[in-house]
């Protein structure tokens, strides 16, 4: 009876309390029953997504800052921004999105549907009216047809909208890297130096104890104390952009905030001040600079921060003392393992 229990609680509990879980191969991602994945409905999002009258100044659209040569994210420290302000966190990739439990770097939106109109009404990043917006996809005859098309009749909403562009995103996806075909079977998927990484990755490295499953990710959030960066904190525009959010989400204190709160801003609770959701690592060789804050410029970086166990004061982590060769392989692990096949992005005729 004991020993059952302790399977049951292995299998169930492990993975979900916070000790780790295995990787696996990639899978379809989920489709929501309330938003079915239709062909139509697909172009329709990419379309959109691409469309600058997303934008209340009509310069940007998603794919500004998620472009999809540059892994889906921008290539920048901060994010790129709404004209006169500045972006406060890294544009993450868009990559795999749709196995992401938890959407912002603080976790602050559920799904994608949620989540798509956040960019257009941020004062930072699109600032767009949604009332005009939808005035402006209704004023143009080939996408009322698209939409009736997609959607049985011409109504013209920014939910609609918001639908069309996840059913999109849900088709940006890495799944054929070589640690799938190693994880399926193919023990020679990984080269040799890969491999060493990967035992780096699961083993001496702990990394699978938050990277795991088949996004790399544990859908958690974790106080590593990556440190802030002092040109940021010196930014006026940033400093308002970290207030004007702060003061959003009813963060009392929001006027002198000096730091990014991370997951605390959305739960209140301490043990969540300057915690980050775990990133996925798909395609992680593309989307540098890396942390919410690209405080990284490279994989070398982030590496030495886990090995010198993360940021000062965290209790996450502790140091690694992997040896230079054991942090090349981990490297070669990350920038050869996790990388698809190059992937042919056509981009849409915006009508
Ligand atoms: C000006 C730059 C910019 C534009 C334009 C932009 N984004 Fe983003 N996006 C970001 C940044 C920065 C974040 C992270 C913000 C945070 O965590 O607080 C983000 C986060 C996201 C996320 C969450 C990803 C994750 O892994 O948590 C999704 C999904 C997303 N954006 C989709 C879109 C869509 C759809 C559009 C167009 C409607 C769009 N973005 C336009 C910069 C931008
Ligand atoms: C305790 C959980 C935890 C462990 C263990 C862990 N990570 Fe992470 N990792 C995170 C979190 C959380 C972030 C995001 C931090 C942030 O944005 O400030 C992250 C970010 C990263 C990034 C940056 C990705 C990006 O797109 O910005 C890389 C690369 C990475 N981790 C690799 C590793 C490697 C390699 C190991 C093992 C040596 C490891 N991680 C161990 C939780 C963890």
Redesign the pocket.
Known sequence: MRRLLWIVISVICLPACGFGGSLEPFKEVPIPKSNPQTPEKVELGRKLFFDRRLSGDGTTNCGTCHDPEQGYSDGLELSLNYPTTRNWR?S??LINVGFQKFLF?DGRAASLEDQALFPMMSAYEMNQNLDFMEEEIRSVPEYVSEFTKVFGDDDITRERVAMAIAAFERTIVSGDAPLDRFLRGDKDALSPDALKGYEV?TGK???T???FGVNLADDR??A?N?PENPEHLKDPRIAATRRFVAKVYHFEDFRTLAEDPGRFLITKEQKDWKA????T?RE?AA?AP????GIYAT?DE??EF??MGGGKGNT??KP?QLTAEEKRQ?KVF?EHGLTGAPKAFTYPKIP
């Open positions: 890294n993450p990739t770097h990755f490295g702990k990394c104890e938050c990277h959030f974790h590593l990556v980050f959701r775990t990133p690592l992680v989307t890396y942390m919410h804050n994989l982030t590496i886990f090995d996450v982590l690694l981990l990350l």
